[in-house]
């Protein structure tokens, strides 16, 4: 895959729509999350994938959830987007002090979600299938999650991958003691 921008000498002309985004999303093409990280435009669009993957992932969850899956399952994805984002941002930016904003970040781990779009598939009554395209999706996340990071932060893999580790960590920590303070108010 090219480390080159979109649109750039020998890329195809401008910017792609938001398909051409999800589906290179989801293809895991690093110029994808390097194009929306440039494009101070693609924030609603960033925003209309963590959507669309929340209804995914409500959906696949509605079969044992009900209708509070669904909402469960959007409301998930976009605080989840929020949280991973704010961590990401502290340890990239301001712990190791990469380049990156806020913002940058936010457009482009918004595209980290393509790949649970997938989880509509899911809903075809298959145990099995649907056990191995949860973890394709677990997988694909993952490395859409590294290459997201390295194109936001303008750093190696190695370093990407680091970060990522050390985001996914924190996340957990983070939700750990959340839902301790939850579960100790309720």
């Given at each position: 895959m090219s480390e080159q921008p979109y649109?750039?000498?020998?890329?195809?002309?401008?910017?792609?729509?938001?398909?051409?985004?999800?589906?290179g999303?989801?293809?895991l093409d690093a110029s994808v999350f390097e194009e929306?990280?440039?494009?101070?435009?693609?924030?609603?669009?960033?925003?209309?994938?963590?959507?669309?993957?929340?209804?995914a992932n409500g959906l696949a969850a509605a079969g044992a959830l009900g209708t509070g899956g669904l909402v469960a399952g959007i409301i998930g994805s976009f605080l989840g987007w929020l949280l991973w984002t704010g961590v990401v941002w502290l340890i990239g930016v301001r712990l190791f002090k990469h380049?990156?904003?806020?913002?940058e970040l936010l457009r482009t781990l918004g595209f980290v979600f393509a790949p649970q779009i997938?989880?509509?598939?899911?809903?075809?009554?298959?145990?099995?299938?649907?056990?191995?395209?949860?973890?394709?999706?677990?997988?694909?996340?993952?490395?859409?999650?590294?290459?997201?990071?390295?194109?936001?932060?303008?750093v190696d893999t190695g370093r990407a991958f680091f970060v990522s580790a050390m985001a996914v960590v924190a996340y957990l920590l983070l939700a750990v003691l959340l839902r301790g303070l939850v579960g100790g108010i309720v």
């Open positions: 649109g750039e000498a020998g890329g195809a002309p401008g910017p792609r729509t938001f398909v051409e985004r999800v589906i999303a989801i293809k929306v990280e440039h494009d101070g435009d693609a924030i609603g669009q960033a925003a209309g994938v963590v959507g669309l993957a929340g209804i380049t990156s904003d806020f913002e997938l989880l509509v598939i899911g809903l075809i009554p298959f145990a099995l299938l649907q056990a191995v395209l949860g973890l394709a999706v677990l997988v694909m996340t993952v490395v859409a999650f590294i290459r997201a990071v390295r194109q936001a932060l303008d």
